[in-house]
T-cell receptor
Framework: EAGVTQFPSHSVIEKGQTVTLRCDPISGHDNLYWYRRVMGKEIKFLLHFVKESKQDESGMPNNRFLAERTGGTYSTLKVQPAELEDSGVYFC????????????FGPGTRLTVL | GDSVTQMEGPVTLSEEAFLTINCTYTATGYPSLFWYVQYPGEGLQLLLKATKADDKGSNKGFEATYRKETTSFHLEKGSVQVSDSAVYFCALMEYGNKLVFGAGTILRVKS
């Protein structure tokens, strides 16, 4: 069974540009989460989808970040326009629709904003 | 809000040494507790978990016990190997399945 995949693995962009990150969860996992780790600090929650609906987006830093999950399958996270402080590693995770279901993480996308 | 504090690294050990990585938490209620590990170039993997007080999670020789009285979940291993070199994250699960992580501890094991 394929794990959670993320694309791209690395992205280097200029301040003010737009970047879109993609996450493909494990097939059949209705829960999808985005997290971010900035500058070697804590990994912080960004948002949670249940199927195609946003269940919790309390961790989204500001309105420059837009997450979508069309059809309840893969998800995209767009940053527009990117700022220097957006640099970090963006992780995606998925889990089944059960209480306390184990979250399976992707390898992350390392975003560098210059 | 809830938070997790874990010891800063990097922690450098010789092979077969004893490992302890401290983790304490602040939370309302009694959340489930986790240790995740990230090997170089890979995503986070669940290492072990405990869902209630006094539970002991264990996997691959690693252990951690959920201590309600000290709000701690320290990770231990009796004899580390070079292959254990990785970043270790302590985490708790808030209501709504949201994970709250510590800052991570780099472990380096020398042969």
């Amino acid at each position: 069974e394929a794990g959670v995949t993320q694309f791209p693995s690395h992205s280097v962009i200029e301040k003010g540009q737009t970047v879109t990150l993609r996450c493909d969860p494990i097939s059949g996992h209705d829960n999808l989460y985005w997290y971010r780790r900035v500058m070697g600090k804590e990994i912080k929650f960004l948002l949670h989808f249940v199927k195609e609906s946003k269940q919790d987006e309390s961790g989204m830093p500001n309105n420059r970040f837009l997450a979508e999950r069309t059809g309840g399958t893969y998800s995209t996270l767009k940053v527009q326009p990117a700022e220097l402080e957006d640099s970090g590693v963006y992780f995606c995770a998925s889990s089944q629709l059960t209480t306390d279901g184990e979250q399976f993480f992707g390898p992350g996308t390392r975003l560098t904003v210059l | 809000g809830d938070s997790v504090t874990q010891m800063e690294g990097p922690v450098t050990l010789s092979e077969e040494a004893f490992l302890t990585i401290n983790c304490t938490y602040t939370a309302t209620g009694y959340p489930s507790l986790f240790w995740y590990v990230q090997y170089p170039g890979e995503g986070l993997q669940l290492l072990l978990k405990a869902t209630k007080a006094d539970d002991k999670g264990s996997n691959k020789g690693f252990e951690a016990t959920y201590r309600k009285e000290t709000t701690s979940f320290h990770l231990e291993k009796g004899s580390v190997q070079v292959s254990d070199s990785a970043v270790y994250f302590c985490a708790l699960m808030e209501y709504g399945n949201k994970l709250v992580f510590g800052a991570g501890t780099i472990l380096r094991v020398k042969s």
